[in-house]
């Protein structure tokens, strides 16, 4: 079987229509998305590419947008030599840094170490750092937190590192369950409990806190199932959408009884938080 990646590098204009571009492709076999500042360059294996592939994205032949892609092979190369060039540290806040396995170690209170291994997560994209500057503004001492599309499950990491007493993290690909118990392991972590698995696979529970960075698109698809998995009080955190859905995404959450609480915003895209009520 051929193991090899291609990288598909799209230019989109207006590069408003990114959103819509990870929306779609994010439902085919791609792996992970590195934004651009002329669009974006997805990453799929070889063996999951064929030429109708694209048949059903739907921008492509959009008249609002105009769109180019071009096809590259990863020759020659595996994927953890291909982003360990451009792979640096994360500096987080003062308390907290998060690295790879091949760099030094941190003397802050929370050296999280992420081999992300074609998963979501590294620290890097503006969605994540959100997210983690909302968690380390919570109390999460004691505290049950689901992880829907963990990814990578720096997530689920930072919540046990900051006191959470038992985190679900779930994700719909296996590579990234995988690669989520990977760096379980190499952080030392005990009380997160992985399942392959969407949001329904968990119903039946409640959690303090709900944390989700996934697109708009699939995080609409959740948000009934989020309603399920909480109890009063349940603090929802969310990102993996811009600036100029949020109120949207507000209106819909408010129907299923959440309240947006605050919102943070790092070049466009947003995290925002909310409670059950």
Known sequence: MDDSYLSISFKVYPISGIEILIAELSLLEFELFEEKPYGLIAYIKSSEYSQNIFEKVKILNSKEFEVEFEVKKIENKNWNE????????????????????????????????????????????????????????QNLVNKKICDVGCGTGILSIIAEKTGAIEVDAVDIALNCIENTIDNINRNNCKKINTKLCSSE?????????????????????????????????????????????????????????????????????????????
């Open 82 to 137: 291909e982003w360990e060039k451009n792979y640096a540290p994360v500096e987080i806040n003062e308390y907290c840094t998060v690295r790879a396995p091949f760099h030094k170690s941190s003397k802050k209170t929370y050296d999280i170490i992420i081999k992300p291994e074609m998963s979501f997560g590294t620290g890097h994209h503006e969605t994540t750092q959100l997210m983690i500057d909302f968690l380390f503004e």
């Open 201 to 277: 696979g968990l119903l039946g529970k409640t959690y303090d806190f709900i944390l989700s960075n996934i697109t708009l698109n699939n995080l609409k698809d959740n948000f009934k199932n989020f309603k399920n998995l909480a109890k009063q009080n349940t603090i929802l955190i969310i990102s993996g959408f811009y600036e100029k859905d949020l109120k949207n995404v507000n209106q819909i959450l408010e129907n299923f009884g959440f309240e947006l609480l605050e919102y943070k915003i790092k070049n466009r895209w947003v995290a925002s938080k909310y409670c059950y009520n």
